[in-house]
């Protein structure tokens, strides 16, 4: 068997498709690619003790070489070899059995979202309590929901994290506008009267949403796929927006808003090309810290443009 290939002219090392990367862990390579270059998530994970990673956790394995296939030991050998070795791809498949480890079904399907949040909830319960922290850290935030009552001004509020907010995409033409609806006040009268405690009866109220801690890293879900009134998976197709820059401090609680800490660059954006049950996944991602060497790619790209546009090489006819 030949040895692999050496990295690419941009210095990077790329991913390698698992068999079931079509079925149960759809946007794998994408999540993970993205996870390698935000720094606040790989140094963390880097700096987290081996010993740690390796038995720090409750897994439902009694066999110590399944422990070593915890997944976030696997995790983090996978963006040490992403990193480090000398090779154009990187095998997933510890990864990916690792799954099984901690009790997941990978006979089903997986989208981006549960892989994202199922990556986020082994890394919490695997670690100790000061490293949850500084991985929780990283990308929790919180929204509260206050319900004011318009006839004494008593006031409830319940507060709820989330690891990635979810962002209505049907009738909005972009996450301003999306966000705006999200802080918009609602009414809340006639059939749908707010009980309020205080004065023991249904009363008018509005209810409004705000963001009340932003997370280190911000993540945002486009919610494209939903049921149809018979039941049937269907994906949104309608263009949707989004700026290089977003102040959060238009959407957050007044309290709780530093100018210093709002305004957040957009770093990666993970695309899904295809249907409501099938389709492929990609990234594109900032290289934030100059790692790679992009001059030969960018050319080449320019190139393949160029001949598609005039009908060369590669161009589609239709």
């Known amino acids: 068997e030949s040895p692999p290939e050496r990295r690419a002219a941009t210095q ?8 079931n990367a079509e079925t ?3 946007g794998l390579n994408s999540l993970l690619q993205t996870l390698f ?3 606040e998530i790989r140094e963390t994970i880097f700096s987290i ?3 740690v990673v390796l038995y720090g956790g409750t897994l439902p394995c009694d066999d110590l070489e399944l422990y070593r296939l915890s997944l976030p030991c696997e995790l983090q050998r996978l963006l040490a070899y992403l990193q480090a070795a000398d090779v154009d791809g990187v095998q997933t498949n510890a990864l990916t059995h690792s799954f099984d480890c901690h009790g997941f079904d990978t006979s089903s399907h997986l989208d981006l979202q549960e892989l994202m949040r199922i990556l986020f909830d082994a890394l919490e319960t695997s670690f100790s309590e000061i490293d949850q922290v500084r991985v929780k850290e990283i ?4 929204f509260v929901q206050q319900v004011k009552c318009l006839k004494c001004g008593n006031c409830s509020n319940r507060e709820e994290c989330f690891s990635d907010l979810n962002i209505p995409v049907d ?3 972009g996450i301003i506008s999306s966000l705006s609806a999200f802080i918009t006040p609602e009414h809340l009268r006639g059939d749908n009267k707010y009980h309020c405690k205080k004065c023991n009866q249904h009363v008018d109220a509005r209810k409004q949403m705000r963001l009340r801690k932003l997370s280190q890293v911000m993540i945002l879900s486009l919610d494209r796929f939903q049921m149809d009134w018979d039941g049937v998976r269907e994906k949104l197709m309608d263009r949707f927006t989004f700026p290089q820059e977003l102040d959060f401090s238009h959407y957050m609680e007044e309290s709780a808003v530093d100018p210093q800490s709002t305004l957040y660059e957009l770093f990666s954006v993970i695309i899904h090309k295809g249907g409501a049950n099938s389709g492929h996944y990609h990234a594109i991602i900032k290289d ?3 790692q790679g060497v992009w001059e030969a790619a960018v050319a080449r790209a320019q190139e393949a443009g160029a001949a598609s546009a005039w ?3 590669g161009a589609a006819g239709g």
């Open 37 to 39: 270059m935000t720094p």
């Open 288 to 290: 934030l810290h100059g």
């Open 139 to 142: 990308y929790t935030g919180s």
């Open 311 to 313: 009908g060369g090489a």
């Open 171 to 173: 009738g909005f033409d």
């Open 12 to 19: 990077f090392a790329g991913l390698t498709n698992t068999k």
């Open 49 to 51: 003790e081996r010993e």
């Open 24 to 26: 149960c862990y759809q």
